[in-house]
């Protein structure tokens, strides 16, 4: 007989939870990817019933005698640890009402439908009913969450992508990105003011860039067994670990937008793809958070994807894709990976100016949970915003603006500071490679990318949630959180 009945129990619950969310993983990506317009509400109740479902799963109210049953087991390390994460599931999932869990659902999915279409109009007035909506529900959703944590509402849907976070730290770290970072756009833009660079000549057909993507996630370890590329309006990554489904959009006039949208996801992507398999069905085989989950894919788009030595590995799937020419030299081809060009769209930002991006939106969202702004306020906060940190006007352009994410419309609130902390993430990453690899970038220059990928993997994508992620961060670079090692990167890359 087993000695830990009640784990037991527990976790064939959450593997029950598992395989549901798994349908209802592929059920979203194919609403973002293949669905037909007028499949949408129909989409939408259909992923609403399931929410509820799953909610409904994961509050039954046998699971708090379970839970403290459980505790009081002879438990190894890995079922406390995954102990841990049950119960905090659970905590989260018991402070919401199972109608607004299912309201939310729905209304989200409608917004997120409407804005499909109404973006590319710059229909901001038909947007914001819409948005309007799905902000209530969200504050409805931050309160709840507050009150059984003992947060504030905000903080009470950071938790929830970046647990332990909170935004008073985000908003000190974030100070200081403010300080030194317009100094730096302007250093870098003046360096590279006088650089000629070849540009390339296209167009640039979307079969042969859909080509080359696979070629890039090919060279990075993709397992195309167990994943796939398509296409959508917002490129993600989603999916399941043991079926990844990412996605990008193309332009023919420029291959690079796509081509490092697919090196990005390809990091999320080999991250969920190298989750512990013997434990996956369990909350201890998750990604541990989205911010570190974005310093996976910040690890393969800027850390490697960027790096000068990188492009030589780029320039013969170029050439091959698209025939050879000046511009896909490995040197040149660098300079145009390292463009610092203040720009209007969040995922084509150069690395320098992303941070930019970031700040703007957690402020703004920040304002908005908190009661402090309205869907109203939103253009004049965004048009302020990026001409202080930017430079750019942004006045009437609201597709380019504040339509341009989905993630309000999909409501993420509380999402947008995990890109940037998982960019100090990577950064201190590639510093404690390189303390472990002193040959690391001789190595990368060489095709020899295993150094990299066997670190991710021994200490971040094989952990998942044993840890929680100061105590994983801790363990994977031997040192805290370190915003310096983001700094001293740019810095080195684009001023030497």
């Not at 059920?27 to 479902?53: H, N, V």
């Not at 969920?272 to 989205?290: D, F, K, T, W």
């Amino acid at each position: 007989m087993s000695t830990t009945p009640a784990y037991d129990d527990l976790a064939r619950r959450q593997l029950r939870l598992y395989r549901l969310g798994h349908l209802q993983a592929i059920t979203q990506w194919d609403q973002s990817a293949f669905m037909p317009t007028r499949g949408a509400e129909a989409r939408g109740q259909a992923l609403a019933e399931m929410d509820g479902l799953l909610h409904e799963l994961a509050t039954d109210p046998a699971l708090p005698a379970l839970l403290d049953a459980a505790a009081a087991e002879p438990l190894d390390g890995t079922q406390q640890a995954n102990l841990r994460e049950i119960r905090r599931a659970w905590r989260s999932a018991n402070a919401l009402p199972q109608a607004l869990v299912e309201a939310k659902s729905l209304a989200n999915s409608r917004c997120e439908h409407a804005w499909r279409s109404l973006r590319p109009a710059n229909d901001w007035a038909g947007f914001v009913p819409h948005l309007r909506e799905v902000l209530r529900l969200a504050r409805e959703e931050a309160q709840h969450l507050s009150q059984q944590a003992g947060l504030s509402r905000y903080d009470a849907l950071l938790d929830l992508y970046e647990p332990g976070m909170r935004s008073a730290e985000v908003a000190r770290v974030f100070g200081e990105l403010r300080g030194w970072l317009p100094s730096l756009i302007r250093d870098v833009s003046a360096r590279q003011a006088g650089e000629a660079v070849i540009r390339p000549v296209g167009p640039f057909p979307v079969a042969a860039q859909r080509a080359l993507g696979q070629d890039a996630m090919h060279l990075m370890g993709f397992d195309f067994e167990a994943g796939r590329l398509d296409e959508s309006a917002h490129p993600f990554c989603g999916g399941v670990p043991e079926d990844v489904r990412m996605t990008t959009r193309y332009r023919e006039d420029d291959f690079l937008p796509a081509l490092m949208g697919v090196i990005h996801e390809t990091g999320h992507g080999r991250y969920e793809q190298n989750l512990p398999r013997e434990l996956l069905g369990q909350p201890i085989a998750r990604a541990r958070s989205m911010g570190i989950h974005e310093s996976q894919s910040l690890s393969f788009e800027m850390q490697l994807g960027s790096h000068p030595a990188f492009a030589g590995l780029l320039a013969p799937l170029l050439a091959k894709h698209f025939g050879a020419q000046p511009a896909f030299e490995p040197a040149n081809l660098h300079k145009l990976l390292t463009r610092v060009q203040p720009g209007l769209i969040r995922v084509d930002a150069d690395e320098v100016t992303y941070p930019a991006h970031v700040i703007l939106r957690f402020e703004i969202e920040h304002a908005l949970i908190e009661g402090e702004a309205e869907v109203d306020d939103i253009p004049a906060l965004w048009d302020a915003q990026m001409a202080e940190l930017l430079n750019l006007d942004t006045r009437g352009n609201f597709k380019d603006g504040p339509m341009q994410d989905v993630h309000w419309p999909a409501g993420l609130f509380g999402y947008f500071p995990c890109y940037t902390l998982g960019a100090m993430y990577a950064a201190q990453w590639f510093a404690s490679m390189r303390r472990l690899h002193p040959a690391l970038d001789e190595q990368i220059a060489r095709g020899e990318l295993a150094p990299v990928f066997d670190w991710l993997n021994t200490r971040v994508w094989q952990a998942a949630s044993r840890f929680e992620t100061p105590e994983l961060v801790l363990r994977a670079s031997g040192e805290a959180l370190n915003p310096a090692h983001f700094q001293a990167h740019l810095r080195q890359r684009y001023l030497g």
